[in-house]
């Protein structure tokens, strides 16, 4: 029995195998021979949607014992149409960009039993759809009304362009949003969105009379606005020397949407405010409200530079910010004055630096009460010799300062900038510099005496600017004679380095360049 069964088996295989590969499709071509029927997909060019072809099944061969019952036609592996034993052929539209086309030969013998064969797959390629979609690839967040459109593409011999009033376009747009009616046999469409939501607008294009389909595309997000500081805001805050409290208030105009607003309060140069936080709670430099405005407590006597930081807060998680620079000054100013000349040689040029004010101002100056001069340079030289009272005071952005006044040396020189005979001892490499220069003491053993009253040792070196500001201060201990000094850091410009040992004095230029 088992031996009969094997037998039957090896016998239907057999048989299965003598027609399984047999069936074979060709389409219907013209050339200069007139009619044929290709058998090789890869010599059929790309097509136009909706191009009709003639199938025929060129080969097949019933097994023993059977015929032909009928044609099954799928196309896409989707059931199209049967045709009968007498009709080995059908016409079938490209229907698809990738169309494959499969015939199913159904065998039935003198029984009733049947056997269904499949030829393999024949592929013809259709044509791009020629058509890119247009609009806004950002959105702003909050009610908005985008339109979207299908134009031509770029041309190219594998684009199509179906005739006016073939085809139609249906639209789909991301979740939330609602598609309006299509126009200009649906190539054109205006969408109402929701407040946030973003995703892909699609445009799906289809050929009425074959179903001929393509989809187009587009990625759309959301902008959210950002919120913005108005110029009514104050750009200075002006404190008290003596810590009295002062406030400031700032708005901002909103960012459509939001729902919080996180404020942020730093000093550029040191990161923490010294003494200037959100009203409410001292020291408290972030805050997180809806109001779009907020207020500033300032007990500091320090100036400061500030920086005010909005950051709007999105339902949908996203954020947006903006920045607003603050100067924090003074109404006050307390000069140190360096004097610079011989106060005890008649008709000798004297002058006097003060130290700057914060930011900045306009000097008024005073001999004995006599306005003598005034400008924004904190100094000031004259001809003169004896006592005298010199008097000055500077206006800021934040107001006058009070009146300060002191006595002229009399006798001595405290010529710092002019020349010197202990400037002769000194030398200073590389110059230009870049960052750290060497100063050191020349030998003069070998000069006259008269030369050799200079430095005994190298204790202090100032570097002073052009405007006589002090840029930088060190300090060595005694019995150095050279030392290294480090201007990283430090614009690029010409320095004066004062160079003391305690009791004399020397000047030498140096430039930082690099």
Same mark, same amino acid.
């Given at each position: 029995?088992?031996?009969?069964?094997?037998?039957?088996?090896?016998?239907?295989?057999?048989? @299965?195998?003598?027609?399984?590969?047999?069936?074979?499709?060709?389409?219907?071509?013209?050339?200069?021979?007139?009619?044929?029927?290709?058998?090789?997909?890869?010599?059929?060019?790309?097509?136009?949607?909706?191009?009709?072809?003639?199938?025929?099944?060129?080969?097949?061969?019933?097994?023993?014992?059977?015929?032909?019952?009928?044609?099954?036609?799928?196309?896409?592996?989707?059931?199209?149409?049967?045709?009968?034993?007498?009709?080995?052929?059908?016409?079938?539209?490209?229907?698809?960009?990738?169309?494959?086309?499969?015939?199913?030969?159904?065998?039935?013998?003198?029984?009733?039993?049947?056997?269904?064969?499949?030829?393999?797959?024949?592929?013809?390629?259709?044509?791009?759809?020629?058509?890119?979609?247009?609009?806004?690839?950002?959105?702003?967040?909050?009610?908005?009304?985008?339109?979207?459109?299908?134009?031509?593409?770029?041309?190219?011999?594998?684009?199509?362009?179906?005739?006016?009033?073939?085809?139609?376009?249906?639209?789909?747009?991301?979740?939330?949003?609602?598609?309006?009616?299509?126009?200009?046999?649906?190539?054109? @469409?205006?969408?109402?969105?929701?407040?946030?939501?973003?995703?892909?607008?699609?445009?799906?294009?289809?050929?009425?009379?074959?179903?001929?389909?393509?989809?187009?595309?587009?990625?759309?997000?959301?902008?959210?606005?950002?919120?913005?500081?108005?110029?009514?805001?104050?750009?200075?805050?002006?404190?008290?020397?003596?810590?009295?409290?002062?406030?400031?208030?700032?708005?901002?105009?909103?960012?459509?949407?939001?729902?919080?607003?996180?404020?942020?309060?730093?000093?550029?140069? @040191? !990161?923490?405010?010294?003494?200037?936080?959100?009203?409410?709670?001292?020291?408290?430099?972030?805050?997180?409200?809806?109001?779009?405005?907020?207020?500033?407590?300032?007990?500091?006597?320090?100036?400061?530079?500030?920086?005010?930081?909005?950051?709007?807060?999105?339902?949908?998680?996203?954020?947006?910010?903006?920045?607003?620079? @603050?100067? $924090?000054?003074?109404?006050?100013?307390?000069?140190?004055?360096?004097?610079?000349?011989?106060?005890?040689?008649?008709?000798?040029?004297?002058?006097?630096?003060?130290?700057?004010? $914060?930011?900045?101002?306009?000097?008024?100056?005073?001999?004995?009460?006599?306005?003598?001069?005034?400008?924004?340079?904190?100094?000031?030289?004259?001809?003169?010799?004896?006592?005298?009272?010199?008097?000055?005071?500077?206006?800021?952005?934040?107001?006058?300062?009070?009146?300060?006044?002191?006595?002229?040396?009399?006798?001595?020189?405290?010529?710092?900038?002019?020349?010197?005979?202990?400037?002769?001892?000194?030398?200073? $490499?590389?110059?230009?510099?870049?960052?750290?220069?060497?100063?050191?003491?020349?030998?003069?053993?070998?000069?006259?005496?008269?030369?050799?009253?200079?430095?005994?040792?190298?204790?202090?070196?100032?570097?002073?600017?052009?405007?006589?500001?002090?840029?930088?201060?060190?300090?060595?201990?005694? !019995?150095?004679?050279?030392?290294?000094?480090?201007?990283?850091?430090?614009?690029?410009?010409? $320095?004066?380095?004062?160079?003391?040992?305690?009791?004399?004095?020397?000047?030498?230029?140096?430039?930082?360049?690099?």
């Amino acid at each position: 029995m088992r031996q009969a069964l094997l037998s039957l088996l090896i016998m239907l295989m057999s048989v @299965i195998n003598s027609f399984a590969s047999n069936e074979q499709l060709g389409v219907q071509r013209t050339d200069a021979g007139g009619d044929y029927f290709e058998t090789a997909p890869g010599n059929i060019p790309v097509q136009d949607p909706c191009a009709p072809f003639l199938f025929r099944v060129v080969t097949f061969t019933p097994p023993s014992g059977y015929s032909v019952k009928q044609f099954d036609w799928y196309v896409n592996n989707v059931f199209l149409r049967t045709t009968n034993s007498s009709t080995d052929h059908t016409t079938i539209a490209l229907s698809a960009k990738t169309m494959v086309v499969v015939c199913k030969v159904v065998y039935q013998n003198s029984t009733g039993g049947t056997i269904t064969s499949a030829s393999p797959g024949f592929e013809i390629d259709g044509k791009t759809i020629n058509y890119k979609l247009n609009g806004p690839d950002v959105v702003p967040i909050l009610t908005q009304t985008p339109a979207y459109s299908l134009t031509g593409a770029s041309d190219n011999s594998f684009l199509y362009t179906p005739t006016p009033g073939t085809f139609s376009s249906t639209w789909q747009g991301p979740s939330g949003w609602t598609a309006g009616t299509p126009t200009n046999s649906g190539n054109n @469409i205006t969408f109402t969105t929701d407040d946030y939501s973003y995703g892909t607008v699609t445009a799906t294009t289809v050929i009425n009379a074959c179903g001929y389909s393509q989809v187009t595309t587009k990625a759309v997000t959301r902008s959210h606005p950002s919120p913005t500081f108005p110029s009514s805001n104050p750009i200075r805050i002006c404190g008290s020397q003596s810590g009295e409290t002062v406030t400031a208030t700032f708005t901002i105009n909103p960012a459509g949407g939001a729902s919080n607003y996180t404020y942020t309060i730093t000093n550029t140069d @040191i !990161g923490t405010p010294d003494n200037i936080s959100f009203s409410g709670t001292a020291g408290q430099t972030t805050l997180t409200t809806t109001s779009t405005s907020v207020t500033l407590t300032c007990t500091s006597n320090i100036p400061q530079h500030l920086l005010l930081i909005v950051i709007a807060n999105f339902p949908d998680g996203a954020t947006s910010g903006a920045n607003y620079g @603050i100067e $924090y000054n003074f109404l006050w100013w307390t000069p140190t004055y360096t004097w610079y000349g011989c106060f005890d040689e008649p008709g000798s040029a004297v002058s006097v630096v003060a130290e700057p004010a $914060y930011q900045g101002g306009y000097y008024y100056w005073y001999l004995d009460g006599w306005l003598m001069d005034q400008g924004t340079y904190n100094g000031t030289q004259w001809f003169w010799r004896g006592e005298h009272t010199l008097s000055v005071k500077v206006a800021t952005n934040c107001g006058e300062s009070e009146l300060f006044s002191d006595m002229i040396p009399t006798g001595g020189c405290y010529n710092t900038f002019a020349p010197n005979r202990a400037a002769g001892s000194l030398t200073v $490499y590389p110059n230009p510099a870049s960052s750290q220069i060497t100063v050191s003491l020349k030998d003069l053993t070998k000069k006259s005496a008269a030369t050799t009253a200079t430095l005994k040792d190298i204790r202090e070196i100032k570097v002073v600017d052009k405007l006589g500001n002090v840029r930088k201060v060190s300090r060595y201990a005694p !019995g150095n004679k050279k030392v290294q000094l480090d201007l990283s850091g430090m614009p690029n410009d010409m $320095y004066i380095l004062q160079v003391s040992d305690g009791i004399n004095r020397a000047n030498i230029n140096v430039s930082k360049l690099y």
